[in-house]
């Protein structure tokens, strides 16, 4: 039984007794031994938990595996806490044991769990000294979110581990957290970042050590990802060369074969990039070899990353019966439960979970089944990568490991809709395999965006009056926000502590977010066929909707309304329609009028060709309403402005835009526009933002004073203008507003830049939205180019209008472009005038343009695109309702009936008196 006050014992003799415990344990301990039973009792009689713990620790690590249960209820069966240290010695240790056994026995989710509550009790209260600390709390955490490739939270573990270690002068240790740094980095594609804390723990680090050959082969790692071929095979035979002689040099260290089976797995995917597959499947042998000899009953995460390996070379070089042997072997290396009968058996959605490795066997078992023409159980494997990608994402807690993760998702959702469409093209079923095409187009798009409204959704809804966690996590996010904006203003000295601190406070709030709102209700369940066809029937008579997949080799377009998909029509993929689009949306909207204005025939002939060829084969007549669900580069399109036959001999006025043919607006997907649609939204409540001139001399004066007053005459409502119009008051009141008017300067996405509205005082970037839990029916954003951002792959553009969306807004009504001033007042003037005649915002706006062309029908420069086709509306088709103003007459009434009870009460009482 241990009593000690270090950490380091316990451990050294909890992993001794793990490797006894696996060995002799065949069942779950629902029972104890009379002389474990009796020792507990004695010591709870006794009051001794420091006894009792140990008690317990030491029979569970007999048998880690079987007598997980036994040690994950101990702190419900304890008839009290620690008050000693002693007792929060002890207590401490079962938290570090907690999460080292349900690491060994698969749990890696629970294992973090623990180890995060292990983390939380050591920083409350130190009582171990930090290196004990930081070997067994902080390497194990930052190393289980790797392993679950959430990178942002391992990367925050890192540098807290690479502080308390700078602190101590302990160079050694550092180079192993600038080893693991760097390997986040790469897998956040940030490569320069990956490069310099290579080179820092090469700096580090001991030549003569086997960490030494580890870092030179992430470093081949970071040059293979910057297609330095040549220089990653260069550091790669360093590190193999390091590392090989392991058994004489390093002898000592348990990780250096582990190291060197990584080096060999390596230069196997170079070798493979080199087109040399003898050679790198021999690697990928060597390796799995020294896998099964130093470690035959742990690391079977990598040996699965191994056969994963084996498997794509094989696969590459058209060996699919041995490629598929390889992938199966990884799943049951992950899976040792899984017995299939054959190989083409899936698991059971039971026993899906939340790792990257077990999507990558999975996605490479169903590429081998279409190879080996069993497209129909390749395309049902496909489904199961989307279901276990959606567990892995459910497990992340930052939303840009949510978004990466949908961005690796998308190769996998191409290969899908590859088979699917071949199916369809091989089947007389008219909807058997139209469903699963419009199925993997939802599953494959705006997922992120839907996760983020369904999470603020629970925000919103959790709020209690003085819940301690609710304020805790307030008061965290008001954190980030502030050091969000420290930091877009900080000096280059200041840069790092502000990053620093923002860190800390982001890493903090996603612990909280665990015990708060974001797990407070069960997710929804992945969409299905089945549900897909339920949502079919929510559209209105007479909408259609159009679904857009954007892959690199083909895209699809989907049509389909109430009763289902009627056409599928495959086009061009991104690789050969990205120039094409960006220079015609660059030539003609990004830099003014001027193109237009002198070559107006040749933008007809360049925006018709390009017309047909994404719409040119689907037929687009007798729709009333259509709604469009964009996607990659189509997500760029000014749809509205769109030839759709011959302009010769033909004015502006008269040319056969897109927008002639149907009423347009678009939506993210279709389960966000259900999701927004269903929404029911408060009444009333107007709130305009108008600034014209702000503390932010660059920017040029904005005409606002028109748009302002004709909104206050028309609209009853809350308004703010210039001073009045600053960043704390916007914050306070965009949580109330029904309908949000924004008339201010934006700012697009450039760089790493983020886009922003230009308040009087300071800018309101698009972070400062990301913990906003609002539902307004409308908002509209005036400003320029406020639809317009960085393209997230599989997200759409990660815009000022997305981000209102993702905090719950109904309808967000954006500028693409640098819109006119005075068409665009015009145009929301009109557009206000519809929406109190009853129209949903999609027809107000299609009837507000219609309108604006007839009203300017003489004039052929302002019925060019380019002035009017610039905003754009997404969201439900819900009335927006708007306050209105009682008319003179109703005052008069009033008054007059007023008047009449004021003497009908005079002449009652004074009969009565007299």
Not at 62 to 69: G, Y
Not at 164 to 184: R, S
Request: charged share 20%.
């Amino acid at each position: 039984m241990l009593r000690c006050q270090s950490v380091l014992p316990f451990i050294l003799l909890l992993l001794c007794l793990s490797v006894h415990g696996r060995a002799a344990a065949t069942a779950d301990s629902t029972s104890l031994p009379e002389n474990v039973q009796a020792e507990l009792n004695l010591s709870r009689q006794k009051d001794d938990l420091t006894s009792w713990l140990y008690a317990r620790i030491d029979y569970a690590e007999a048998a880690p595996a079987a007598r997980i249960s036994f040690l994950m209820n101990t702190q419900k069966e304890a008839w009290r806490s620690y008050r000693n240290l002693p007792e929060r010695q002890a207590w401490f240790n079962l938290l570090i044991l907690q999460g080292y056994n349900l690491l060994q026995t698969g749990n890696m989710l629970a294992s973090i769990q623990a180890y995060e509550k292990a983390m939380e009790f050591y920083d409350a209260y130190p009582i171990a000294d930090t290196d004990e600390y930081v070997e067994y709390v902080l390497k194990p955490l930052g190393n289980n979110y790797t392993r679950l490739a959430d990178y942002d939270a391992a990367t925050f573990i890192h540098l807290k581990t690479l502080q308390i270690l700078k602190k101590e002068g302990n160079e050694a240790e550092m180079a192993g957290v600038y080893a693991n740094l760097a390997t986040c980095a790469r897998w956040k594609n940030e490569l320069p970042d990956a490069a310099v804390y290579c080179r820092l723990g090469l700096d580090n680090a001991y030549e003569q050590t086997a960490l030494y050959g580890l870092l030179l082969n992430t470093y081949a790692d970071i040059m293979l990802q910057e297609n330095k071929t040549d220089s990653a095979l260069h550091y790669s035979e360093r590190a193999i060369q390091h590392l090989k002689d392991w058994s004489k040099v390093y002898k000592s260290n348990s990780q250096a074969p582990g190291w060197y089976a990584a080096a060999l797995q390596l230069n196997a995917r170079l070798l493979l990039a080199t087109k040399q597959p003898d050679q790198a499947l021999l690697r990928c042998k060597e390796a799995m070899e020294l896998q099964n000899r130093y470690f035959p009953d742990t690391k079977q995460r990598e040996k699965a990353k191994l056969a994963v390996l084996s498997g794509d070379i094989l696969l590459h070089y058209n060996q699919p019966q041995p490629a598929l042997d390889s992938y199966q072997q990884a799943l049951q290396l992950l899976l040792p439960s899984w017995k299939p009968a054959g190989a083409d058996q899936l698991p059971p959605d039971s026993l899906l979970y939340s790792e990257n490795t077990f999507t990558d066997a999975l996605a490479g078992k169903a590429a081998v089944m279409a190879v080996m023409k069993y497209k129909d159980i390749a395309l049902e494997h496909y489904f199961a990568v989307f279901r276990a990608a959606r567990k892995l994402r459910e497990a992340f807690s930052y939303t840009s490991s949510r978004i990466r993760d949908m961005q690796i998702l998308r190769e996998r959702s191409e290969a899908a809709m590859a088979i699917a469409w071949e199916l369809h093209l091989g089947t007389s079923s008219s909807s058997l395999y139209k469903d699963r095409l419009l199925l993997i187009t939802e599953l494959s798009k705006a997922q992120v965006l839907q996760d983020e409204r369904m999470m603020r959704w629970q925000m919103r809804s959790n709020i209690r009056p003085n819940d301690s966690l609710l304020l805790q996590q307030k008061r965290l996010q008001e954190a980030v926000i502030y050091y969000q904006h420290e930091l877009m203003d900080a000096g280059k000295d200041n840069k790092a502590n502000i990053k620093s601190l923002l860190q800390t406070a982001e890493y903090e709030l996603a612990l909280l977010g665990k015990r708060t709102g974001r797990t407070n209700a069960p997710s929804p369940e992945m969409l299905t066929v089945p549900a897909l066809q339920q949502l079919y029937k929510y559209l209105p008579d007479g909408l259609t909707m159009i679904s857009f997949f954007n892959g690199r080799q083909t895209s699809y377009l989907i049509r389909f309304d109430n009763e289902g998909v009627k056409d599928v029509l495959p086009v061009a993929g991104s690789d050969s329609l990205r120039k094409p689009v960006l220079n015609f949306v660059s030539k003609w909207f990004g830099n003014g009028p001027n193109e237009m204005i002198n070559q107006p025939d040749q933008y007809c002939k360049e925006s018709f060709q390009l017309y047909q060829t994404i719409f040119g084969k689907l037929e687009m007549k007798a729709i009333d309403r259509c709604i469009l669900l964009p996607d990659g580069i189509f997500s760029y399109l000014p749809f509205d402005a769109m030839i759709t036959g011959s302009c010769t001999g033909k004015s502006a006025g008269n040319w056969p835009f897109f927008f002639r043919q149907t009423i347009l607006s678009q939506a993210w997907s279709l389960q966000t526009w259900y999701d927004q649609q269903q929404t029911k939204y408060p009444a009333g409540h107007f709130a305009g933002w108008f600034v014209g001139k702000s503390n932010n001399l660059s920017l040029p004066v904005l005409s606002v004073e028109k748009e302002l007053q004709w909104l206050q005459d028309q609209i009853p409502g809350k308004y703010y203008s210039n001073e009045s119009a600053t960043w704390s008051a916007f914050q306070q009141e965009v949580d109330s507003a029904a309908v949000l008017h924004i008339g201010a300067h934006a700012v697009a996405a450039t760089g790493n830049a983020f886009p922003y509205l230009q308040l009087y005082d300071q800018p309101f970037y698009l972070f400062d939205l990301q913990y906003k839990h609002f539902a307004p029916s409308l908002v509209w954003l005036g400003a320029c180019r406020t639809g317009d951002g960085n393209l997230v792959e599989g997200e759409g553009m990660n815009s000022l209008s997305r981000a209102f969306a993702a905090a719950g807004a109904g309808g967000v009504v954006a500028g693409m472009w640098n819109v006119n001033d005075n068409a665009s007042a015009e145009i929301m003037q009109l557009f206000y005038t519809q929406l109190g005649n009853g129209e949903n915002a999609a027809t107000a706006l299609h009837k507000a343009k219609e309108e604006y062309l007839h009203n300017h029908r003489s004039n052929q420069i302002l019925q060019l695109p380019y002035y009017w086709a610039g905003f754009t509306y997404s969201g439900h088709l819900q009335p927006v309702v708007l306050p209105s103003k009682m008319p003179a007459f109703a005052w008069v009434l009033a008054g007059i009936c007023l008047l009449t009870l004021f003497i009908f009460f005079w002449v009652f009482f004074k009969k009565i008196y007299k």
